[in-house]
């Protein structure tokens, strides 16, 4: 079976337009993970609109983990195409998060005034789940464990068929949170990883619950991970500024690097 994980977006905070983004794209975070058979998604931001193209004829299911609610991770849901098929299902799951479950943190953006279009009217067939340490998606398993970010923070390690893809949107690589991290993800295949910042930036913003991209590429060298890609690059920085981003990060891993809109990784 394939083995492999697509990067629908890679943005962070919000979604940004014009040439100077191209190259690494403009929709904050949605990755697609194929494995097992299975149909994963990690995070409904606006790159999540590009997954009906990545969808094979006969596919009617997909489970969505949702590391956390803020809005950048859950703009793209309600104006994705695949929601509006009543013949599609989607199981989300979710921890709970300032007291709300996870159907209820959903609902929280999509519906009026914020959103016309409430959870109980989309078409498809949606349903909601608490989030567990270890769940089982068919011949997937899906650990998670707390990162460090405001209201809290989900970080996945997913894996089957001898592989597995660690996940870690929107996390601070404090101090204290840097060894746990390292552990959960020891040996991965493959470690997606927020580094927002430089390390300049992250001094003056330690408390906003992101990390700078050369903490990330550090992290995934001490967890001994196959390949490292860079999450949730800042709104406003351009290609030509995360192209000499990936070249201080390759000096740290050399198998690390920027990730990009669109970019297929096989696993």
């Not at 793209?76 to 921890?95: N, Q, S, V, W």
């Not at 949170?177 to 910042?197: I, N, T, V, W």
């Not at 991209?213 to 995934?220: D, E, K, M, T, V």
Request: hydrophobic share 40%; aromatic share 6%.
């Amino acid at each position: 079976m394939e083995k492999k994980v697509v990067v629908m977006g890679a943005r962070g905070s919000v979604p940004v337009s014009g040439k100077q983004y191209e190259k690494y794209g403009c929709a904050t975070t949605s990755v697609l993970v194929r494995l097992c058979g299975q149909v994963i998604i990690i995070d409904a931001g606006s790159g999540i609109l590009s997954l009906p193209g990545l969808m094979r004829g006969g596919e009617k299911k997909a489970a969505l983990l949702l590391s956390h609610p803020h809005a950048d991770h859950l703009i793209g849901l309600g104006m994705c195409p695949k929601l509006m098929e009543a013949d599609f299902r989607l199981d989300i799951y979710g921890a709970q998060r300032s007291g709300r479950s996870v159907r209820r943190q959903v609902a929280a953006l999509l519906s009026p005034p914020l959103w016309p279009v409430g959870t109980d009217a989309l078409p498809a067939d949606v349903r909601y789940h608490t989030l567990k340490e270890r769940l089982c998606l068919g011949a997937v398993t899906v650990e998670s464990t707390e990162g460090v970010h405001s209201g809290g923070v989900s970080v996945f390690r997913i894996s089957g068929e001898g592989v597995s893809v660690v996940y870690a949107g929107d996390t601070n690589l404090t101090e204290e949170q840097y060894a746990r991290l390292a552990d959960f993800a020891a040996g991965c295949d493959l470690m997606l990883c927020d580094g927002q910042y430089t390390d300049e930036e992250w001094k003056k913003r330690s408390t906003f619950g992101h990390s700078g991209y050369l903490a990330a590429a550090r992290l995934g060298r001490d967890a001994g991970a196959k390949r490292v890609r860079i999450v949730h690059h800042d709104p406003f920085r351009t290609d030509a500024e995360l192209d000499a981003a990936a070249e201080e990060v390759k000096r740290i891993y050399s198998r690390a690097d920027m990730a990009r809109e669109g970019e297929e990784i096989l696993l």
